[in-house]
């Protein structure tokens, strides 16, 4: 797969090794005197290293390489190194918002019963360990699609939902439910609006919501759809709107993360009345 990863100019490295310490995942080794990248599974492509390097030797570049883990990483590297590396590692995510990936190394910590005081992390009161699962249990990546749908009273409508989270804040873009599917990209309030969204517009799909008036960061939501699209190689993109005029912010987004992207998808916008109805439906 494609993916952003870090790139070590051999002329231009001088050996000093300040970068190997600063990068907590354990992708960097000396080697005969030159900073290597050991594993592409273990380079998280977001660049703690480069502002160490006096030499400017390090840089990010995009090309085929094995997908990050997460889980492999925290088991392999960061753990083993004890607390304060955890912690930075924690702090690494937090700080470029990578969600998915938090919520993954904090599921590990969790399995292996190690504790974290996440003040030092978010700057919050809260307490990450092995009695509370840490972090926001809301955000744990769960994977349903599978599952045999069932309903609690004969003839009541069975949830379409293939994954948990679907805010697009907490949503990992390379999630495997994203992965070559068709996304439907949905402004909060219009499963509220239609009754038959799972039915006729969430079936077979993979979801993300948001709301392009009151969440923040919205250069995040650009960059997580354009790593959907690059990364995840999602096929189609719906994108589904009240009729309200700030909701046609979610297609801005969506039209700049496809600007930025290397590839090209259908885009297929909906705009629902405030009572549940198509407006308007066309490809963009």
Known sequence: MKRQIIKIDDDKCNGCGLCVP?????????????????????????GACIGHCPQGAISIEE????????????????????????????KHLYDHQEEGYLSEAVDVLKEKNIPV???TITGKEEKMNHHH????????IVDFAGEKKETANQGSQPSELTHWPVQLHLVMPTAAY???KDLLLAADCVAFAMGNFHSDYLKGKSLAIACPKLDSNK????????????EAKVNTITVM?????????????VKEACAKAKRKVPVKTALISLRGEILNEEWI
């Open 133 to 140: 699962g840490g972090g926001c249990p809301g955000s744990k």
């Open 178 to 180: 994203y992965k070559g």
């Open 63 to 90: 090309r085929e390489a094995e997908a990050y883990d997460e889980k492999r990483t925290m088991i392999e590297n960061i753990i083993p190194k004890g607390e304060n590396t955890i912690i930075a590692h924690l």
């Open 22 to 46: 600063n990068c907590a995942e354990g992708a960097l080794l000396m080697i005969d005197n030159k900073a290597r990248l050991i594993s592409d599974l273990f380079c998280d492509g977001l």
């Open 219 to 230: 250069e995040v939501y650009v960059e997580k759809i354009r790593i959907m699209i690059d």
């Open 241 to 253: 709107m009240m009729e309200v005029p700030c909701c046609g912010g979610l297609v801005h987004m």
């Open 117 to 119: 005081d996440m003040k």
